[in-house]
């Protein structure tokens, strides 16, 4: 089965500090992964993509990919209390179906 | 940009009733629409991917005729919950992307309780 895995959180960070988001992912055939950004009560946003080994930068966020150790991560850089939210990780594999973690819970305290 | 609209946003029903939700792409034409379900404090669990023109193709588990799918064309997908009981109380959201391998944009969703 294929699977996405996020710590659940939650993860409070200042503002201004960086926060670290984590994601795992079991199937190897995945060729994608996506950052999402879901507010309470709200659908997803699409925060950025990213395909290649290694890092790919999007204002205050990185996107990093490691596909040997099958590990998605996202950083957000000065984080700001607006931050605040659950962001959610996937994958998307060679039948182009996107497959979602639990997201983490972020909250930023001012 | 690429803007999709759900209508309605929310909708609260009698048990046993049918309820019909509606996906557009506003300003792109989506070959490809994608239905998810979305429980308290879970992650998006993808129900179904239409196809324009074409029949839906369901996610295992997912009874196709209780979750009628619709995708008459390039920019609207529609979703009917069929004889909805209090367990089909969920949030529902659609998303949309030009093709098949291309970036799926999501709709606002549509929260459905059942009464």
């Known amino acids: 089965q294929k699977e996405v895995e996020q710590n659940s959180g939650p993860l409070s960070v200042p503002e201004g500090a960086i926060a670290s988001l984590n994601c795992t992912y079991s199937?190897?055939?995945?060729?994608?992964f996506f950052w999402y950004r879901q507010y309470s009560g709200k659908s997803p946003e699409l925060i950025m993509f990213?395909?290649?080994?290694g890092d790919k930068e999007d204002g205050r966020f990185t996107a990093q990919l490691n596909k040997a150790s099958q590990y998605v991560s996202l950083l957000i850089r000065d984080s700001q209390p607006s931050d605040s939210a659950t962001y959610l990780c996937?994958?998307?594999?060679?039948?182009?179906?996107?497959?979602f973690g639990k997201g983490t819970l972020l909250t930023v305290n001012p | 940009g690429a803007v999709v609209s759900q209508h309605p946003s929310w909708v609260i029903c009698k048990s046993g009733t049918s309820v019909k939700i509606e996906c557009r792409s506003l300003d792109f034409q989506a070959t490809t629409m994608f239905w998810y379900r979305q429980f308290p404090k879970q992650s998006l669990m993808l129900m179904a991917t239409?196809?324009?023109?074409?029949?839906?193709?369901?996610e295992q588990g997912v009874e196709k005729d209780k979750f009628l799918i619709n995708h008459a064309s390039l920019t609207l997908s529609t979703l009917t919950v069929t004889s909805a009981h209090p367990e089909d109380s969920s949030f529902y959201i659609c998303?949309?992307?030009?093709?098949?391998?291309?970036?799926?944009?999501f709709g606002p969703g549509t929260r459905l309780l059942v009464l």
């Open positions: 199937d190897r055939g995945s060729q994608s």
């Open positions: 996937a994958g998307r594999g060679s039948n182009y179906k996107l497959t």
């Open positions: 239409s196809n324009e023109g074409s029949k839906a193709t369901y």
């Open positions: 990213i395909y290649s080994n």
């Open positions: 998303s949309a992307a030009r093709g098949l391998g291309e970036t799926q944009y």
